[in-house]
């Protein structure tokens, strides 16, 4: 597919509904935080620099 072809195709989608359930602010934001979270545990939990 070439930029021509899709980008109309992506257009309608941003215009699309504005209520998708899974661009809820509050999800995306704890779950990035959750992931940032479980990182940082993992990486102070596994360092073997002491």
Known sequence: MSLHATA????????????????????????????LLVLLFLTTRFNKDR
């Open 8 to 35: 109309p195709a992506l257009a309608l989608l941003a215009e699309g509904n504005d209520n998708h359930s899974s661009l809820n602010p509050l999800f995306t934001g704890g779950g990035a935080l959750l992931v």
